[in-house]
Every structure is written in C-alpha cells, then in structure tokens.
T-cell receptor, first 110, second 114 residues
C-alpha cells in the first residue's frame, strides 16, 4: 500500500550535496513525511520527518513542497557512509500503518 | 536506550520445525511491528501490536503467529514454513499514538528455511 514514488537509484560524488526526491500526490492533511535509510545488512534507521514546514537536523534537511505533494531529502555533503537505500514514507494520522515504498539506492562515488 | 534487540540474528530451520523470533525494547513504546524483507526489496509490513493487542494483520499466512506477552516483548512463532519464507525479519517499535513519532528498527533476524 505504498503511497510514495521515488527514483530507483541515484549517484553522487563524495562531498557534494545530494537531493533525493519523493512524490506523494495522495497525501492527506494529517500525514507526516518520514525518511529512513537502510545501510547494507542493517535495519532501517531514522533520518528526518516533517509535516508542513522544512526541517533540519544534524543528518539532513527536508524540503516540503507548499502543496505537500512532493518532498526532497537533502544531504549537504555526501560521504561514502551515506551509501544506502533511502525510503520516503507517509505515516498516517489515524493509525500505526507504516508502509515502505520502493526507495532510492544512493551510490556515492569517491 | 534507543535499541530494539532481536534474537536470534540467524536461524536455519526445516519445513517441519517450530521456532520463534524474539524482539525486545525498553523505550516504553506501546506499538510494536513485524516486517518481512526479501533481498533488494523494501520491508513489507506483517503485523502491528498496539497496547499489546493485535491491531493490523496484513493477511499474513497462519504459519506465522505473532505474540505480544507484555509491552516490551514481541515474538513471531514460525511453523511449517516454506523455502520462500526465507527472508530478513525486522522488528520495530514506536509510541502508539501520533504519526510524528519515530519508529525504531532492530537489526533483524535472517531466516533460512530448508
């Protein structure tokens, strides 16, 4: 029941910014946008989340479109350790559903 | 303590065996989740417990039987599995209410059915 669309893969050069896009055209007013990433052989880990306003934390920034139908995860300086699959997920306001989309596999080139 | 601990890390079982996967968290979370992940695929939601009660079952076959004995523990009982059930099984937890709450995942249990 994935409600997000992401590119299958992206590449970035090390130490350059990376913009990972996500479309979620059916988002409802109470859905939060979450980003998780999964490193090889590990469980997914939290990156950032937001509702309407842009968000920053020590790992990344989240830019949310004004109509909330898309968002972009920004890694300011990619490192080799950022190579992972990045998932954009809508968390519904009413329940505990948390469905993963197909994700974007990020390759960082030294 | 922001950990979700899963045991065992690796499990090999025959199709006639009965085994269990275990998950534990001590963050006071009242929602716990089981996901199944096949290679190069995203995690698929199987079950959700909220306040120790099963709230979501994503039409999972009955050979998978979840159990939530208390607010810190979540088990997944396995019986008569098929080779196609071989996968990474992920446990997760979160505060039960609020879509803005973070979900914490364990490292997973790698299951091989022979």
């Amino acid at each position: 029941d994935a409600k997000t669309t992401q590119p299958n893969s992206m590449e970035s050069n090390e130490e350059e910014p990376v913009h990972l896009p996500c479309n979620h055209s059916t988002i409802s007013g109470t859905d939060y946008i979450h980003w998780y990433r999964q490193l090889p052989s590990q469980g997914p880990g939290y990156v950032i989340h937001g509702l309407t306003s842009n968000v920053n934390n020590r790992m990344a920034s989240l830019a949310i479109a004004e109509d909330r139908k898309s968002s972009t995860l920004i890694l300011h300086r990619a490192t080799l350790r950022d190579a992972a699959v990045y998932y954009c997920i809508l968390r519904e306001g009413t329940g505990n559903q948390f469905y993963f989309g197909t994700g974007t596999s990020l390759t960082v080139i030294p | 303590d922001t950990e979700v601990t899963q045991t065992p890390k690796h499990l090999v079982m025959g199709m006639t065996n009965k085994k269990s996967l275990k998950c534990e968290q001590h963050m006071g979370h009242r929602a716990m989740y089981w996901y199944k992940q096949k290679a190069k695929k995203p995690p698929e939601l199987m079950f959700v417990y909220s306040y120790e009660k099963l709230s979501i079952n994503e039409s999972v076959p009955s050979r998978f039987s979840p159990e939530c004995p208390n607010s810190s523990l979540l088990n997944l009982h396995l019986h008569a599995l098929q080779p196609e059930d071989s996968a990474l099984y992920l446990c997760a937890s979160s505060q039960a209410r609020g879509p803005g709450n973070t979900i914490y995942f364990g490292e997973g249990s790698w299951l091989t059915v022979v």
